[in-house]
């Protein structure tokens, strides 16, 4: 006749077997989900905390980058207005001699050549940040201000003419402008403190 057995010893949980005249069945342990569970979730933090690692990390590397092409991009706008100071007002008078404008003229172009050549290196070191590609906000903020860069190099390598008095420029200069200092608030990692915002506020300050 089959009796039941009572083995409470399994972790607190009575299990019931009936024994068919066997003695050498032994009950299944039974598993606890909720270890389960605790393991996915500590392993998906410890994910998390490491992608929120790299990606202080590539924001780190990346402003570190912007921070030196927008210093280049203030230095050759300053040089190339000091440059316009120095030659104003011959360099726009008509009745200025053509060999005096010829030559305030190439001060102005040469400042400016110069000034979208240092442009375009520190772009590149831009472009060359390595980041996840499910980082999307930073590969946007990468993108944004390498057509920034982009934009002031058309516009130091644009004829003088087209250049002095245009608002088109000056639209785009600011347009361009706005939209990498912007993306790059939005790449700011989850938990950033208010350090990583004034620093962007920084870069940006004397920016048109």
């Given at each position: 006749?089959?009796?039941?057995?009572?083995?409470?010893?399994?972790?607190?949980?009575?299990?019931?077997?009936?024994?068919?005249?066997?003695?050498?069945?032994?009950?299944?342990?039974?598993?606890?989900?909720?270890?389960?569970?605790?393991?996915?979730?500590?392993?998906?933090?410890?994910?998390?905390?490491?992608?929120?690692?790299?990606?202080?990390?590539?924001?780190?590397?990346?402003?570190?980058r912007v921070a030196t092409a927008q210093a280049s991009i203030d230095y050759a706008e300053q040089r190339v207005n000091g440059m316009i100071q120095y030659g104003s007002p011959q360099l726009f008078l008509q009745r200025t001699p053509a060999g005096v404008q010829t030559y305030l003229r190439g001060l102005v172009s040469g400042a400016s050549t110069q000034g979208a050549d240092?442009?375009?290196?520190?772009?590149?070191?831009?472009?060359?940040?390595?980041?996840?590609?499910?980082?999307?906000?930073?590969?946007?903020?990468?993108?944004?201000?390498?057509?920034?860069?982009?934009?002031?190099?058309?516009f130091l390598r644009s004829s003088l003419?087209?250049?002095?008095?245009?608002?088109?420029?000056?639209?785009?200069?600011?347009?361009s402008g706005a939209a990498a200092s912007t993306a790059l608030r939005a790449a700011v990692p989850v938990g950033g403190d208010g350090q990583d915002t004034a620093r962007i506020d920084k870069i940006f300050a004397s920016s048109p």
């Open positions: 006749m089959a009796r039941a057995l009572h083995r409470p010893h399994y972790r607190g949980v009575a299990a019931d077997l009936i024994l068919d005249g066997r003695s050498d069945v032994e009950p299944r342990r039974i598993r606890h989900p909720r270890r389960w569970l605790a393991a996915v979730v500590l392993a998906g933090a410890a994910l998390f905390l490491l992608d929120r690692s790299l990606q202080q990390r590539e924001f780190d590397q990346l402003t570190d240092d442009i375009a290196t520190t772009q590149t070191a831009v472009a060359g940040v390595s980041i996840l590609p499910w980082h999307r906000n930073l590969v946007d903020a990468r993108t944004a201000f390498i057509d920034h860069a982009q934009t002031w190099q058309g003419p087209e250049r002095f008095g245009s608002s088109d420029w000056t639209d785009r200069l600011t347009a």
